[in-house]
T-cell receptor, first 112, second 115 residues
Framework: EAQVTQNPRYLITVTGKKLTVTCSQN?????MSWYRQDPGLGLRQIYY???????DKGDVPEGYKVSRKEKRNFPLILESPSPNQTSLYFC???????????FGSGTRLTVV | AQSVTQLDSQVPVFEEAPVELRCNYS??????LFWYVQYPNQGLQLLLK??????LVKGINGFEAEFNKSQTSFHLRKPSVHISDTAEYFC?????????????FGQGTELSVKP
């Protein structure tokens, strides 16, 4: 089944403890992206990648890192999480710019 | 900068009634347009998209949308809704020239279908 898989689905962590949210797609998509969803602010892009080793900032990149060493994987790294990063995170992938993104099921992160 | 406005934050409707979810976008240049649906505790699922060509776009689950360039609108419609259509719906726009294919989302419309 074609899908974007994120792990974990739920995560509660403490301020400052480094964490990684994994994302993998099995559709051989070139484009991958991370979004966060917050009440009242909607969905905002954090980072995106157009291909292996090609990444760039979205609208809200502060406090996040990403890497794209393989085409299928696009992990999101929070080096020192803070409470304002408590959010619902979505990884997404796309065949091309106009194709529309396929989204993962989301990771609900709580930083205390 | 582009923006997307979904004119109704909540739309209650009875089962088997028609529904229209309204979406307006700000850009007057060429854009790609999308509608996504989000069921509780799930990710977003693509309902339909407009890239070019026919202004009436048909999607999954019986939904359709009409692109109106002069009114910069992309309203979503369904002639007869089911209880299972209860979800949040997001309109999104993308600039074809944007390198990362970034989607700009509206704030979402909660569709509540009542028996």
């Amino acid at each position: 089944e074609a899908q974007v898989t994120q792990n974990p689905r739920y995560l509660i962590t403490v301020t400052g403890k480094k964490l990684t949210v994994t994302c993998s797609q099995n559709m051989n998509h070139e484009y991958m992206s991370w979004y966060r969803q917050d009440p009242g602010l909607g969905l905002r892009q954090i980072y995106y990648s157009m291909n292996v080793e090609v990444t760039d900032k979205g609208d809200v990149p502060e406090g996040y890192k990403v890497s794209r060493k393989e085409k299928r994987n696009f992990p999101l790294i929070l080096e020192s999480p803070s409470p304002n990063q408590t959010s619902l995170y979505f990884c997404a992938s796309s065949f091309s710019r106009g194709y529309g993104y396929t989204f993962g099921s989301g990771t609900r992160l709580t930083v205390v | 900068a582009q923006s997307v406005t979904q004119l109704d934050s909540q739309v209650p409707v009875f089962e088997e009634a028609p529904v229209e979810l309204r979406c307006n976008y700000s850009s007057s240049v060429s854009v790609y347009l999308f509608w996504y649906v989000q069921y509780p505790n799930q990710g977003l699922q693509l309902l339909l998209k407009y890239l070019s060509g026919s202004t009436l776009v048909k999607g999954i689950n019986g939904f359709e949308a009409e692109f109106n360039k002069s009114q910069t609108s992309f309203h979503l419609r369904k002639p007869s809704v089911h209880i299972s259509d209860t979800a949040e719906y997001f309109c999104a726009v993308s600039d074809p020239g944007n390198q990362g294919g970034k989607l700009i989302f509206g704030q979402g419309t909660e569709l509540s279908v009542k028996p």
